[in-house]
């Protein structure tokens, strides 16, 4: 009796291995021919001007203006941070405006003016935020500095020409914006430094701001 109880469990169990073995290789078939297949993306031409340059790209369309930039034409001052939009550290100028060029596709700013760090200085007399980073010790390990050089330019420009911020005391005041501490911690928020060199940082925005 116990024997034919063995075997038929053992059919059982035989029974149900099969069938568990067709009915995933029927299932995995089925996936393959219903799951849609992705498809090779073609290349586009896109010229950009960058630091007054143009370049002609051969690029996928999907590829950032950052990525563009360092590994398509070797501009590699632009850093590659968080990839989100959040640290600044891949800021660069686009028509004179602060942008993180992580979140926007190089085709995407075909016939725009597009500054990085190596746009900023004019032969051998650096910039004077730059200039001024270095007298104030505005960083430390250097990797977010690109970014937060581009960003002060673009601050400074939008103070002088009276555009208010969240800490702007009165927005209805027309002229200047005062360049306080303040503004300039605001405005320079979207750049993060992990070393924390923020008081270098603004000081030689301020100093910069006064040229």
């Known amino acids: 009796m116990k024997v034919k109880l063995r075997r038929r469990r053992f059919g059982q169990l035989t029974f149900v291995g099969v069938f568990a073995t067709v009915i995933g290789k029927f299932t995995k078939k089925s996936l393959?021919?219903?799951t849609p297949q992705p498809l090779q993306s073609d290349t586009v031409s896109v010229k950009l001007k960058i630091n007054g340059k143009e370049q002609n790209l051969q690029v996928e369309p999907r590829v950032t203006l950052l990525d563009a930039l360092r590994e398509y034409i070797g501009l590699t001052g632009t850093k590659k941070g968080c990839g989100h939009g959040q640290c600044g550290a891949c800021t660069v100028l686009v028509n004179g405006r602060r942008i993180n060029s992580c979140l926007t596709l190089a085709i995407m700013n075909e016939g725009a003016e597009i500054t990085?760090?190596?746009g900023l200085e004019q032969g051998d007399e650096l910039h004077p935020v730059q200039a001024a980073f270095i007298k104030h010790d505005g960083?430390?390990?250097g990797?977010?500095?690109p970014g937060q050089i581009c960003s002060a330019v673009a601050a400074i420009a939008e103070v002088k020409q009276g555009s208010a911020s969240?800490?702007?005391?009165d927005v209805r005041k027309e002229?200047?914006?005062?360049?306080t501490d303040a503004?300039?911690?605001?405005r320079m928020s979207g750049n993060l430094c992990r070393c924390g060199a923020y008081p270098g940082i603004v000081a030689a925005v301020k100093e910069a701001s006064s040229q």
Request: aromatic share 12%; net charge negative; proline share 4%.
């Open 175 to 179: 002229g200047q914006v005062e360049f």
């Open 183 to 186: 503004e300039i911690r605001e």
């Open 166 to 169: 969240a800490v702007t005391p």
């Open 143 to 145: 990797y977010c500095t």
């Open 116 to 118: 990085t760090i190596e």
């Open 32 to 34: 393959a021919q219903t």
């Open 139 to 141: 960083f430390q390990c």
